[in-house]
């Protein structure tokens, strides 16, 4: 059995040598000359397949070790035969540290209250549920949407959601449906003064309308980006107030989930009984526990301040906007950062 996978998925060499031929490209690079007597691909974001790059080929198989799949092309795919596999909720933790260390870091930089706040979640799936549940510990009123709006008896209509929050952050997967979903129209229905959070797909985004509304907004965090890694809006750039290189879920245990979700999934496809309950040796953890957050002012600047320490989310700010031409380099040199662990009576929530 020969496999092709991404040289920059963690965790990964060594593991299925044992049972596999394994070459190690670059995720942007790998070609259709590479995949011809392939018989599996592991990739990530950086890799489309479909078609143009399978067909022909004798892979049986896709995994890949990310939450979103918009790199797929299920449909070809499921019509060729091939079967395919994803790691959901994989980073979701991850991307829920990210967005309350950027909402409380703009929060102390821009000089936003927080207290008695609503957060609006749009895209309750996996990683949203847990950006809403961690907010509601923390003392904000969350409101929560979805494309599918049958999945909970708790969501509310987007229109209300927009309305009512005072910050908005998207974690949608991106299909035709969300394709340019945050635009004109629905900036206008946002709260003047509003926080917008985007750490899903940059193509969401409307990054004009974003620029048309921005006096509009509070504070715009940015996570993902149109035409990334090649070239993101410069104008964009100058007008978030924290942007990064698509790192929202680059932590260690986000990692360790993908890639073991990916493994696994190999594993019961080909039949490897060796590696179906295969999982990254685990690195200690340090104690990153979460800070206590009571609501007065002062104690907000606390709270702010651990988060930062925890995660030191404008080290990354600064270096992308230093270098926005690197964007490809700093993703895939980021360190990753360890999740921090949250008081016993919540974790079973998130």
């Known amino acids: 059995m020969k496999v ?12 299925l040598e044992p049972y ?17 007597d392939a018989d599996a691909l592991i990739v990530r974001t950086r890799t489309h397949c479909g078609r143009e790059l399978l067909e022909g080929s004798r892979v049986s198989f896709v995994a890949t070790a990310t939450i979103g799949t918009d790199h797929l092309d299920a449909q070809w795919l499921s019509e060729a035969g091939i079967a395919w596999a994803s790691a959901p909720g994989c980073n979701a933790c991850g991307v829920m540290q990210y967005v309350h260390t950027a909402l409380f870091t703009a929060a ?11 957060l609006g979640v749009v895209g309750a799936g996996n990683t949203g549920e847990r950006v809403a549940r961690l907010a509601e510990y923390l003392g904000f009123r969350v409101l929560r949407n979805d494309i599918n709006m049958q999945l909970k008896a708790t969501l509310v ?3 209300i959601l927009l309305e009512e929050s005072d910050i908005v952050s998207f974690h949608l997967p991106l299909d035709s449906s969300t394709r340019g979903m945050i635009s004109d129209s629905l900036l206008d229905r946002m709260r003047p003064g509003a926080v917008l959070v985007n750490a899903c797909r940059g193509e969401v985004a409307d990054d004009a309308a974003i620029l048309r509304h921005r006096d509009r907004l509070s504070a715009l965090i940015i996570d993902v980006w149109n035409d990334e890694p090649s070239s993101i809006s410069k104008d964009l750039l100058d007008a978030a107030d924290i942007a990064t290189p698509h790192i929202a879920g680059y932590s260690y245990e986000g990692k360790v989930n993908g890639t073991a979700m990916a493994v696994q999934a190999l594993a019961r496809h080909f039949g490897i009984a060796g590696l179906l309950d295969f999982r990254p040796p685990a690195e200690p953890m340090p104690q990153t526990a979460l800070p206590h957050f009571i609501g007065a002012p002062d104690e907000q600047a606390r709270f702010a301040r651990s988060l930062q320490n925890i995660f030191p989310i404008m080290d990354t700010d600064r270096a992308l906007r230093s270098s926005p031409s690197s964007f490809e380099r700093l993703r895939r040199t980021f360190p ?12 079973h929530l998130l």
């Not at 092709?4 to 593991?15: E, S, T």
């Not at 031929?21 to 590479?34: A, C, Q, R, T």
């Not at 102390?108 to 706040?117: A, E, F, N, P």
């Open 4 to 15: 092709v996978a991404d040289i920059d998925i963690p965790f990964l060499k060594g593991v």
């Open 20 to 36: 596999a031929e394994v070459v190690y490209l670059p995720g942007k690079d790998i070609s259709k000359n590479d995949c011809a």
């Open 108 to 118: 102390s930089l821009k000089g936003i209250d927080l207290r008695d706040k609503t």
């Open 157 to 159: 209509p987007l229109d």
């Open 336 to 347: 990753y950062r360890h999740e921090f662990s949250v008081p016993r009576y919540i974790s």
